[in-house]
């Protein structure tokens, strides 16, 4: 029971980052209609600006985290206004592969810019863990805990509760008549798609120091990302936050209890078994 | 339009970015230098395959140093009876398929004579045919899984230890001396990490100790190790033997420490204190591991190396201002076999000229003597059992931790 008890918290832990992830993909599709294989690459991006602030400018570690996240947005916007502006309406194959493309791109800039070695960025947080019973846990993982849990929420209240989430929601219903009503919806367009990668990029800030940060780290969490939205419902965001906790705990118990060896066949098992019996996803509904 | 036109412009520079991101590969080095005085020989082309991307980047960047700084040393000592070296670089990301593309553009392209590498034993083990079929040797000096000699091949030569030496040097030690009574292994999903478990689990189980199910990690997706670490504390373990690339050993030392759990451990590659230092936030990470270690910088503290090692040490840091690694020597020392091999083939660049030169090899490196047995394995290799404290990194046998 004891080990059952310590599996499960080390999954809801790691499942968290992951639903945060798997988020802003979920946030870009279920708006844009974009599907962003780039996604992990900003979370990539953000974890290797936050070593050069942190590591190689000896920066405040929060001071960084708020500069890389800031650094990896501004590129974002660029990447938006420059490439994914322009596949409004297009295929949804085409921002698939576009944004393998960039992807690629990315990968291979950061080995330019930087270097393909794993690197390292340290935490203010003390490394040793509180435990209470089978429960061991870091001051990191509590900062990875409530740092999720604010940007979840932080994002659903922008959505539902202000003017701005109510015109991103008008702009994603009809657009035409969004603009109609004063909505500038080419600014809408980007303004989602960087909440989107603010997901990830949040993510890169807390998991890259957790980690190990390199270059392809961002392709593991894309991957992820996608198994996780597919099982929740394309475009929920309640499903994208259970199939991330779902995933994560799966994902642990699997190593606990299998083998650490098959723990990803597990993983994308689970995913293929929730959509056999819905296959919509967990919350997913079938369009029209 | 100007938008299609943007996009364009766009993904034509991404493009090029993308080229040009992968220039490490096939690119000849600048210390291949043409050779001047000798215009009727040409140079033994020597092909590496090293990991330059992906989860071993590290330590392929360091064997491609080493590997570099060897053949410089050589080309300005005049070469080899007669010919200077050239080195020809391919980059397999530690990856199978990745491996045999990189041998075959070397050995079709750039038509080398010999292969140095491939840096992992899975990528080693999936080249090997090839270089059969061409009849060119392939001289490694990092992968460690017992097949790659044991198959026999004919034209493999591994300067550096393999499972089978090293579990019989030091699996029996780990129990009896160390106290590793009930151990786990965390180990690489690839032909090197079981190769590891096939080899040690037996011989520690012969000396008394219990091994649990072995934990098998992919090592460039895994980054998370807690689940393992909690199955094998609650399995009883006392002791974890791990093989992975060195940036994961510091993740699982450091996942552990987070877990309140303090098993030994003990890492079955030679590492030390200056590659951990790179990649742990601190020493404290470390503190305690014990490891295999081999001459490249143990030697420091050995008096039968100490200015052979001594000398290396210098040159790598005046040449890269680095401090040395144990990935440094293993291609140095690689690089140097295949010089005498060239030299006892009286200059021959012939493939079955430098195989039968291979065998003849008897010279004492930065890693022991290399003296090849007839299935092309070294059986010279100096080996230590070490330990970490206090950051650094100590000889058992000279000097036993307290």
């Known amino acids: ?288 | 339009m100007k938008m299609i036109r943007i996009t364009s412009v766009v993904l034509i520079i991404a493009m090029l970015l993308t080229a040009c991101a992968t220039t490490p590969a096939g690119t000849e080095q600048p210390a291949a230098e043409k050779p001047e005085e000798s215009k009727t020989l040409e140079p033994l082309k020597i092909g590496l395959i090293v990991p330059l991307t992906g989860a071993n980047a590290m330590e392929g960047d360091n064997n491609q140093k080493g590997a570099m700084l060897a053949v410089k040393q050589i080309n300005e000592a005049g070469g080899v009876a007669g010919r200077k070296l050239e080195l020809v670089i391919e980059d397999d990301a530690n990856d199978v398929t990745s491996a045999v593309n990189a041998a075959q553009v070397l050995l079709d392209k750039h038509q080398v004579d010999i292969i140095v590498g491939p840096w992992g034993s899975s990528p080693a083990l999936a080249v090997m045919p090839l270089m059969a079929e061409y009849e060119t040797p392939m001289v490694v000096g990092s992968p460690t899984n017992a097949k790659i000699t044991d198959e026999n091949n004919g034209w493999v030569f591994r300067t550096c230890s393999n499972e089978v030496i090293n579990s019989e040097f030091a699996a029996a030690r780990l129990v009896t001396e160390l106290g590793f009574k009930t151990v786990g292994f965390m180990a690489n999903n690839t032909d090197h990490g079981r190769g590891v478990v096939e080899m040690w689990a037996p011989a520690i189980e012969a000396a008394g100790g219990k091994v649990l199910p072995a934990e098998y990690h992919d090592a460039s997706t895994t980054v998370n190790f807690t689940a393992s670490l909690s199955k094998l504390r609650a399995a009883g373990a006392d002791s974890i033997v791990m093989t992975p690339s060195l940036s994961n050993a510091v993740l699982i030392l450091k996942q552990a420490k987070e877990l309140n759990w303090s098993p030994k451990f003990f890492i079955t590659t030679g590492v030390n204190e200056n590659s951990l230092n790179k990649v742990a936030e601190s020493p404290e990470i470390f503190e305690g591991l014990y490891a295999l270690g081999y001459t490249v910088l143990m030697g420091l503290q050995d008096p039968e190396y100490k200015d052979a090692v001594q000398k290396f040490v210098d040159d790598i840091y005046n040449e890269y201002g680095l401090k040395a690694e144990s990935n440094h020597g293993s291609s140095y020392d690689a690089i140097y076999t295949v010089a005498e091999a060239l030299r006892l083939a009286d200059g021959s660049t012939d493939g079955n000229d430098l195989r039968e030169a291979l065998f003849k090899v008897n010279f004492k490196g930065l890693r022991g003597v290399t003296q090849f047995d007839e299935k092309g394995q070294n059986q010279g290799l100096k080996k230590y059992m070490c330990y970490f404290k206090d950051g650094k990194e100590y000889i058992c046998d000279f000097d036993l931790p307290q």
């Not at chain 1, 599996?7 to 946030?27: D, N, P, Q, R």
């Not at chain 1, 657009?175 to 009503?181: G, S």
């Not at chain 1, 642990?252 to 083998?259: E, K």
């Open chain 1, 1 to 288: 029971m004891t080990l059952f008890i310590s599996l499960v918290f080390g999954g809801i832990i790691w499942g968290s980052a992951y639903a945060l992830v798997a988020l802003g993909v979920t946030i870009v599709y279920g708006m844009m209609r974009v599907i962003n294989f780039s996604h992990g690459d900003f979370f990539m991006l953000t974890a290797y600006f936050m070593w050069t602030f942190v590591t190689l400018l000896g920066m405040n570690f929060f001071l960084g985290a708020v500069l890389a996240l800031a650094a990896a947005l501004l590129f974002g916007a660029l990447v938006e206004r420059f490439l994914i502006r322009s596949l409004v309406d297009a295929p949804i194959i085409n921002s698939a592969l576009l944004t393998m493309g960039i992807s690629a791109v990315m990968q291979n800039a950061v080995i330019l810019l930087w270097d393909p070695q794993q690197k390292n960025i340290a935490t203010p947080f003390n490394p040793n863990s509180y435990q209470w019973g089978p429960i061991a846990i870091t001051q990191n993982q509590m900062f990875i805990l409530i740092t999720t849990a604010a940007a979840i929420i932080g994002f659903n209240l922008i959505l539902k509760r202000t003017r701005l989430g109510k015109a991103i929601r008008a702009t994603f219903q009809d657009r035409d008549v969004a603009a109609l009503n004063g909505i500038n919806t080419k600014w809408i367009y980007s303004l989602t798609f960087n909440l989107g990668i603010s997901m990830a990029c949040i993510g890169g800030i807390l998991l890259g120091p957790t980690f190990t940060v390199y270059p392809t780290m961002g392709a593991a969490a894309t991957l992820k990302s996608m198994g996780i939205v597919v099982m929740g419902g394309l475009g929920n965001f309640t499903g994208a936050i259970i199939g991330g906790l779902l995933l994560g705990i799966v994902e642990s118990l699997a190593i606990g209890y299998i083998s650490s060896g098959f723990s990803n066949a597990i993983c994308f098992a689970a995913v293929i078994l929730v959509l056999s019996i819905k296959p919509y996803g967990i919350l997913g509904e079938k369009r029209l």
